[in-house]
Structure formats: C-alpha cells, structure tokens
C-alpha cells in the first residue's frame, strides 16, 4: 500500500529559506511519481508539480515554476519542497501525494498523501 | 487553468443520498476519463475516494459512487453516515496539468 509522512510544522519570517520532506515507505519509492499540492487557508487544493524519484524528473505547474523547488533523494526515499526566500503569501498546508501517472504521462490520481505539512511565514 | 467548479455545500439527513457536481471543460472534464475524488477531514491525510471517474479503491464504501457526462464529473454518497461529513475535492488531468475543484463541504445534518 506505501504510506507518506511528511515533516513537521514551521514557523518562518519573510525572506528566510526552508526545505521540507516527504518520507515514504511500504513501496518502491523509486519508481512512483511523488506530488505537492498546497491548501492555503480556507482554500482549495491547487497542483504544484511532479517529481520521479528514480531519475528526478520533475514538472511544475504553470502557476509555482521558478516560486519553488521539488527534489527528491530516491536513497532514502525521501522528496522535498523548497522555498529560496519565503513571503507571506507562502502561508499554508502543503500535502505530498504518490502521484499515479498513466501512459503518456498523464497524471491520473493520487494515493496516498501525506499528512499534511503546515506553513506559517509572519513577521 | 482555472479551477473546476464545485458548489460550496451540501447536506443531507442520516441515510438519504446527496451528489456533489464538479463542472470543468473540454481541456479537462471533458477530455479524459481522468477524474478523481478526495475526502478531506480536518487533520487528517486526504483520502482517495474515486478514480478514472468510476473506480473505488480498496476499502472504500460501496456507498461511493462517480459518474461523468460531457465536462460535469459528479460524486454520489447513498446511505449517508455521519462519518462522511467532511470537504470533497475533484480533481481531472487537463493536458500536462492537474485541476483540482474548489472544494465541497459535505454537511451530515
């Protein structure tokens, strides 16, 4: 089944950097696609992007390219979501997500998620 | 891509059936059995609760149910429990991307 577990909350000031992971285990990290998807507050959830771990091909979405940065250490079966200089708006929860994807690349669904990493960026 | 269109809420009594729509467009509903459905409940991970538009996972109640037709996807829950109060969230591929809907807040009453 896989199960993700992601890290703990932070609490940031404008302009300070931060990185935070998404650990899975119970399946082949490697060789699944891995999603960030972010819920600010009292919002929607919205796509960030892809990542595959196994080579580090990564996609984003129109909307966060260049405002962040997924990686992932397929050795330790781990992916990230890194921010260079954080601005309040940056403020949410923010889910990783095995993320399923179907030929030709078409992303199909997500399972499992992870539980959830909360974002707070304030002065 | 904008986001697909959910109405903000529904509600039910205890043992009736609701349905929650989710409108999008030919670039995504429309264009690909690629839909799905997330519960979300506060604190907890999400939950995948539909697939390509009509498959269940494993574990998930037979009281959950998807359907399509042309760019509306729609979530029906029968026998609601209090159990399922809680935000439903569509989500379609849209052609290198993902949409997701603006979210349902499914009341039990």
């Known amino acids: 089944e896989g199960q993700l577990v992601q890290s703990g909350a932070e609490v940031k000031k404008p302009g300070e950097s931060l990185k935070i992971s998404c650990e899975g285990s119970?399946?082949?990290?490697?060789?699944?696609?891995i999603g960030w998807v972010r819920q600010m507050p009292g919002k929607g959830l919205e796509w960030m992007g892809i990542i595959y771990p196994g080579d580090s091909d990564t996609r984003y979405s129109p909307s966060f390219q260049g405002q962040v940065t997924i990686s992932a250490d397929k050795s330790i079966s781990t992916a990230y979501l890194q921010w260079s200089s954080l601005k309040a708006s940056d403020s949410a929860m923010y889910y990783c997500?095995?993320?399923?994807?179907?030929?030709?690349?078409?992303?199909?669904?997500?399972?499992?998620w992870g539980q959830g990493t909360l974002v707070t960026v304030s002065s | 891509q904008s986001a697909l269109t959910q109405p903000a809420s529904v509600s039910g009594s205890p043992g009736q059936s609701i349905t929650i729509s989710c409108t999008g467009t030919r670039s995504d509903v429309g264009n690909y059995n690629l839909v799905s459905w997330y519960q979300l409940h506060p604190g907890k991970a999400p939950k995948l609760m539909i697939y390509d538009v009509t498959k269940r996972p494993s574990g998930v109640s037979n009281r959950f149910s998807g359907s399509k037709s042309g760019n509306t996807a729609s979530l029906t829950i029968s026998g609601l429990q209090a159990e399922d109060e809680a935000d439903y969230y569509c989500c379609s591929y849209a052609g290198r991307d993902v949409v997701f809907g603006g979210g349902t807040k499914l009341t039990v009453l």
């Open positions: 997500a095995r993320a399923i994807v179907v030929v030709p690349r078409r992303i199909a669904w997500f399972d499992p």
């Open positions: 119970g399946y082949d990290f490697a060789n699944y696609w």
